[in-house]
């Protein structure tokens, strides 16, 4: 740990090759600010506390107040260390709790009043893939290695080789859920154990034989989980170094039976205490499920995954353009129809940047591209209904690098670029303004409407110029009177946006 004068001062020393990681956990919340160098991540500043977040999360899914408040106070804290970082040097992620919470948006709210970087909520199959690409970066293995991270709430899978994520998945079973499940009031019994381990091995099930027929050649764990794990064993001599086997897992196991209560363990902080039995019954039934003969423990979590991403974004390696890459090329998009749409989009989206808050006008600007790109997807379905088709995909696809957030924006965007919408049916999002949003979609709607001739050189030289409520599109005179079917259609989208309280003007220049 760092003090919080020691943290600030280490901060404010900053430089253009400082960033900062925040994983807001199930059970922990992590900062970890570093420095690259030569390709390395020094660390500079690292702090974890004490959330339990998931303790707050009941089976409405609904995440109380006091929880609320804990997760929030820590944020204030994180962000006096952060005082006069750079927003674009600054990634907070969150993980199972408030990706299941149906009450988020107040968590985040609440955080936003304190917390002045954006939060963003991440997939689980998005964090297995940050899980995997931080220990890459940071521990080498030679073949292929299976990767085992137990959370509070969910516990992350993933195969892969070097920097190749081969398989990977998430399981809603974490070592807070496991010991409100079977540990609630403490009590350690052999009984509880052997129920929570066929739990354990009843949902992994669902991926074992995919994982098995890709195979490994080393086993990792990962976070809290494995490291409590870990040194609860050292402290009793049962393990002699730092790999753990089945035989060695039993052994903790009767020697937690025989302690019998959760307040009487020894050999592991306070706080991992009551939830170590969880995460062992979890560990257990992976080992006997996948046939794991021996695991080693990394330090390297989510966080580190985290922080080198960022660092490959600023190198413009943004794995998100991979992404889209791989969809244009997997669903045969029609790119030359997608480079016009962009293109006009582009001079669209420019006369209303004025008009939008500052923080998101890159964000934004990247979301349009990839909806431009992915608008037409759902044609691999049916032309009929394309763009429910398209947002069905979008949504539904596993999207590597996108946020929740972003994924959904995406999907929203390439779900409204034709036919009517309504304003009031855009979601509150807690990373874009609600009015952003409508802008973005209506500079897609417009993008696409001018492009469906399909033809290069079509459109003229356009005049625009946004405001707040509206947008004026200056053509000349002769082109429109020579292009009667884009103007109607155009004149049919004034009256669609005209509902939605949007003015959009045809000029003649």
């Excluded at 899914?61 to 962000?79: C, H, K, N, P, Y």
């Excluded at 195969?159 to 998945?169: A, M, R, T, V, Y």
């Excluded at 091995?201 to 794990?229: H, M, P």
Aim: proline share 3%; charged share 25%; with cysteine.
């Amino acid at each position: 740990m760092t003090d919080a004068t020691a943290a600030t001062q280490a901060v404010q020393s900053f430089d253009q090759d400082t960033f900062a990681a925040i994983d807001i956990g199930s059970n922990s919340f992590h900062l970890i600010v570093a420095r690259l160098t030569e390709g390395t991540l020094q660390p500079l500043v690292m702090d974890k506390q004490l959330v339990r977040l998931a303790e707050g999360l009941d089976e409405e899914r609904t995440l109380a107040s006091d929880a609320i408040e804990r997760g929030v106070t820590i944020l204030r804290s994180f962000a006096r260390v952060l005082k006069d970082m750079p927003a674009g040097r600054v990634r907070a992620v969150a993980t199972f709790t408030l990706r299941r919470a149906r009450n988020r948006n107040d968590f985040l709210r609440a955080a936003r009043e304190v917390f002045p970087f954006p939060i963003e909520v991440i997939s689980g199959d998005e964090e297995a893939r940050l899980i995997y690409q931080g220990i890459a970066h940071t521990t080498h293995f030679e073949g292929k290695r299976l990767i085992i991270d137990i959370g509070g709430g969910s516990t992350e899978f993933a195969i892969g080789e070097n920097f190749d994520l081969l398989q990977l998945s998430s399981q809603p079973m974490g070592c807070i859920s496991y010991t409100r499940r079977f540990f609630d009031d403490g009590n350690i019994t052999r009984e509880r154990f052997r129920v929570a381990e066929t739990r354990a091995r009843q949902r992994l099930e669902l991926i074992d034989q995919r994982f098995e027929k890709t195979g490994w050649d080393s086993a990792i764990g990962s976070s809290g989980t494995a490291k409590a794990i870990l040194a609860y064993g050292m402290h009793h001599g049962l393990l002699a170094d730092g790999q753990i086997n089945l035989k060695q897992l039993k052994a903790i196991r009767r020697s937690l039976i025989e302690v019998g209560h959760c307040d009487r363990i020894e050999g592991i902080d306070e706080g991992r205490r009551p939830v170590i039995a969880g995460g062992l019954s979890i560990l257990i039934g992976a080992f006997k499920q996948f046939g794991i003969e021996q695991m080693g423990i990394s330090d390297a979590a989510l966080r580190e995954g985290v922080l080198y991403e960022m660092t490959e974004r600023m190198q413009h390696h943004d794995i998100r353009e991979r992404t889209v890459s791989s969809l244009v090329n997997r669903f045969d998009i029609d790119m030359e129809q997608a480079q016009r749409v962009y293109s006009t989009a582009k001079l669209l989206y420019g006369a209303f940047v004025s008009e939008l808050p500052g923080d998101q006008i890159e964000p934004l600007r990247h979301i349009l591209y990839w909806a431009c790109m992915l608008h037409e997807i759902g044609l691999h379905i049916n032309r009929r209904g394309l763009q429910r088709h398209s947002r069905y995909i979008v949504e539904n696809l596993e999207l590597p690098g996108f946020s929740d957030e972003e994924q959904r924006l995406l999907g929203l965007a390439v779900g409204s670029w034709r036919k009517n919408f309504k304003r009031k049916d855009i979601p509150e999002f807690a990373l874009f303004d609600q009015e952003a949003v409508f802008k973005l979609i209506v500079t897609l709607r417009l993008a696409t409407l001018m492009n469906l001739r399909r033809l290069d050189g079509f459109l003229p030289g356009l005049e625009l110029q946004g405001c707040a409520k509206g947008i004026v599109l200056g053509f000349n005179p002769e082109w429109l009177d020579a292009h009667p079917l884009t103007h109607a259609d155009l004149q049919t989208e004034a009256s669609v946006l005209e509902n939605n309280g949007f003015k959009l003007t045809l000029s003649q220049a």
